[in-house]
């Protein structure tokens, strides 16, 4: 904070008779941080789940408006937001594997969105294909199947323009259950709770500030869950069930707790086999993990804190982003739910029966993020397997200082190794999204399926993926094309 002479004499900083200025030190011009906030003062609170305009015997409909709107983040400032219903994090939708949802997004912001539906095996044109544009005043319905119980979340995906459309605020969670996971004694209910962790930066008007570093990434120096700074959130002495997502554009977590561990069960695409009991989770951009805190360890009274230690691979501006929430132990109650030691069978795919591998190589050239030494071209395919067919592919980073969290659409696929060693215990469960860290290579394997037609591979630090680091593989051939449902305009709209 910059005090005058005058206001630094009446808070008594310096003598009035003082000839002694306080020493302001001129921040340089790039680093803008944001207010100080005091952390774990705003209570923790979870995005509203979004019930469904209808429903019949198969499917349910939803709709969700794509609109500005100015909300209160920090304290006593309006920051203009883009969200999905006008709200950052977007609504939740909770659904029952085995029933369709129809989602009819409406675009009411001046820019031209696609919507993803990451961790959902969707047809090619309800995939959210970053060319397949809803126009500003357009909307378009998606159908999502919902054939597995997993964590996923909703986000933008136009082409170019994905960081500042999700930094913005265009994200939300979406949760497919089963009756296989409900029968499992896990905590339920209330004590199942979304944390979509996002970092942003503000300016002292309380407006978001973008800065891409150069096509580097976005970093906050704020951090926050389900959209509020460092909350604070009361808890009983019992456990709790999270469901995490990395929501940020482009910085690593590194979740802790100051005690105490943390005992992972899920992954991006549902249960792991076993819980692990972890110390630390590493947690890449859009990556997801359940875990369980047990609060029942700690006495009534007793302040848990969320922490993400800084990464080389992050550029923080100040130390704040090294501490995410707390957790305030307030009651007592009692405790019915169990961690079973046996969460479900995670059916590891072998490595005969891949027919193939391809290697694709994330790396810089010329200043732009290219896969292979090739940027975005929708009208080119780098791999082609054939519906069925069991393949490894080998992601690799050749550089140090970056890391490119891959995302591959459609399929869950297992992680065989990193640079040759086994994967850390937590992420041995079907994923979405691979970190593949400085010098690495990263080694995974799936079958392809359970659709044919295009889809997307890209860096998930959202800037890198804007810039040109993103490609498309076509599983079989014959697949829908991506842009054969386009969206349509509001003048022409049907009632659901
Ligand atoms: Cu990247």
Redesign the pocket.
């Known amino acids: 904070m910059k005090l005058t002479r005058r206001e630094a004499i009446k808070l008594g900083l310096i003598g009035s008779g003082s000839l002694l200025l306080p020493f302001v030190k001129q921040e340089p011009a790039f680093a803008q941080f944001s207010p100080q906030i005091k952390p774990f003062e705003l209570p923790f609170r979870t995005p509203p789940v979004l019930q469904p305009i209808r429903s019949d015997a198969t499917t349910d409909y939803y709709k969700i408006t794509m609109e500005k709107a100015r909300v209160e983040i920090l304290p006593g400032l309006k920051t203009e937001i883009w969200g999905y219903n006008g709200i950052t994090p977007g609504p939740t939708i909770r659904q029952q594997r085995g029933r369709q949802s129809v989602v009819r997004f409406i675009n009411n912001l001046d820019e031209k969105m696609s919507v993803h539906l990451h961790g959902m095996a969707s047809l090619p044109q309800y995939d959210g294909y970053a060319e397949d544009l809803i126009s500003p005043g357009y909307y378009k319905d998606y159908l999502y199947p919902n054939n597995r119980a997993s964590t996923l979340w909703y986000h933008d995906h136009a082409i170019h323009q994905t960081a500042s459309h999700v930094y913005r605020g265009l994200a939300g969670m979406y949760i497919v259950d089963d009756e296989v996971e409900q029968a499992l004694p896990l905590p339920k209910g209330e004590y199942e709770i979304p944390l979509i962790i996002q970092d942003k930066r503000f300016a002292r008007n309380g407006s978001l500030i973008l800065d891409n570093l150069n096509n580097r990434g976005v970093y906050g120096d704020v951090m926050l869950v389900n959209g509020v700074p460092f909350p604070r959130m009361e808890v009983a002495n019992r456990k709790y069930r999270f469901r995490v997502l990395n929501g940020g554009a482009s910085r690593l977590l590194n979740l802790q707790l100051n005690k105490g561990e943390l005992i992972v069960i899920g992954t991006d695409a549902g249960l792991i086999s076993a819980p692990v009991k972890t110390r630390t989770l590493r947690i890449g951009i859009a990556e997801r993990y359940g875990f369980i805190i047990d609060f029942s360890q700690y006495p009534i009274g007793t302040r848990v804190i969320l922490q993400n230690p800084i990464s080389s691979n992050n550029i923080d501006r100040d130390n704040r982003t090294n501490q995410i929430m707390c957790f305030d132990v307030v009651r007592q109650e009692s405790d019915d739910s169990l961690i079973p030691d046996t969460l479900r069978f995670v059916q590891p795919i072998p490595i005969s029966s891949a027919l193939r591998t391809r290697t694709f190589r ?1 790396d810089r050239n010329n200043g732009v ?1 290219k896969i292979n030494n090739l940027g975005w071209d929708k009208n080119r395919i780098d791999a082609n397997p054939g519906f069925g067919d069991v393949e490894i592919w080998n992601l690799v980073n050749p550089g140090g200082g ?4 891959v995302h591959i659409h459609l399929v869950d696929l297992q992680l065989l190794s990193r640079n040759g060693r086994n994967p850390l215990p937590y992420e041995r469960g079907w994923k979405d999204v691979f970190l593949v860290g400085e010098n690495e290579t990263v080694r995974v394997i799936t079958k392809f399926g359970p659709n044919i037609g295009k889809y997307m591979m890209h ?3 959202i800037v ?2 804007d810039t040109d ?1 993103m490609t498309q593989f076509e599983v079989g051939t014959g697949g829908d094309s991506p842009l054969s449902a386009p969206a349509k305009p509001i003048s022409q709209i049907l009632p659901l």
């Open positions: 994330f993020w970056w890391i490119h969290p860096c998930h630090n890198h993926e680091m």
